[in-house]
């Protein structure tokens, strides 16, 4: 357990409790309400029985486990969270089987509605998958479906009076999956700019959601370098309406190790974060499968905590 946390709750079996590696001063004036959103990504739930397919083998599954999913969504429920958000890669493959896996997966939290969810490029693996808008209709932006899949990001998600998530669509389809990379285009950032503005206006603080990375640390480790292949095109759209308008901070998936860089924010340094992947099977530390919990107000990030599957 990490210096000066509190103890770790009862039933975290496998889960270890990691110290807040962000947490700002409160001050005694008006306490703005404490949103606590969890945030979780890169599921890649898969049928193992159905593989090779699709350019993946037997032995890619098993790269992941749904169990430690499962655990890490459970620890979730037990140290509280008002929302959930879910930053995509929901399949391996976007298989029908693997959405209706992760549709089960995520069903206490979609019934509550207290879900969030945006696709990753693995959730439009096939061109089959998106011609039939396979995503939309098995999840969808609130884990519940769609029975006519429509053009739904950004998708606004009000988190208490205070705090505003913005989801946005990062996910495209291309011949060679491995190499295509994200986009939110032109359509997307322009309502994304319209919203921080409209919110700073309100006074409330805002948060941006997508799958692909906007920025990689200067820290690699040998078994990540495939997903630079797998950039967000428009990279620097982002970096440029986080500097000109506030931003609470920008939050991704995608690479399956966490991480924080911040970048100049219009009211000082903004935090981009990287969730990790919630069930990665892996021996490197930084790779073990993990969610998170933001604290949030008006005034932006407060804390930053995380459940890490295997930590001490």
């Known amino acids: 357990m990490g210096h000066g946390l509190p103890h770790a709750p009862q039933g975290l079996t496998g889960v270890g409790w990691v110290a807040s590696i962000l947490r700002h001063p409160r001050h005694a004036a008006r306490e703005p309400a404490i949103i606590r959103l969890g945030h979780i990504s890169d599921l890649h739930l898969a049928d193992r029985g159905r593989y090779p397919r699709n350019g993946f083998s037997a032995k890619d599954c098993d790269r992941h486990s749904s169990k430690l999913a499962k655990g890490l969504l459970d620890a979730l429920r037990e140290v509280g969270v008002d929302h959930l958000l879910v930053t995509g890669d929901l399949t391996l493959s976007a298989e029908p089987r693997e959405f209706e896996r992760a549709a089960e997966l995520l069903k ?44 739904t990001y950004p998708h606004v998600v009000p988190l208490g009076a205070d705090v505003v998530l913005v ?13 295509t990379a994200g986009r939110l285009g032109a359509e997307q950032l322009k309502s994304a700019r319209e919203l921080c503005r409209e919110h700073e206006k309100a006074g409330k603080a805002t948060l941006l959601a997508f799958h692909h990375h906007v920025l990689l640390p200067p820290e690699r480790i040998p078994s990540d370098v495939h997903v630079a292949r797998m950039p967000l095109s428009d990279a620097d759209q982002v970096i440029r309406l986080v500097a000109d308008l506030p931003v ?16 100049p924010g219009a009211r000082g340094p903004t935090p981009i974060l990287c969730s990790g992947s919630v069930s990665r099977v892996a021996d490197e530390p930084v790779r073990r499968a993990r969610a998170y919990v933001y604290e949030i107000d008006a005034g932006g990030i407060r804390g930053v905590e995380a459940l890490v599957s295997g930590a001490a």
């Open 108 to 151: 206490p939290w979609a019934e509550a509605g207290k879900l969030t969810v945006v696709p990753g490029n693995h959730d439009v693996w096939t061109e089959d998958s998106v011609d039939t808008g396979r995503f939309l209709r098995a999840i969808g932006p609130d884990g519940k479906g769609m029975r006519r899949p429509a053009p």
């Open 248 to 263: 609470a901070a920008v939050l991704h998936g995608h690479r399956h190790c966490a991480f924080r860089v911040d970048v």
């Open 167 to 179: 989801a946005l669509d990062s996910a495209r389809w291309g011949e060679d999956p491995h190499a």
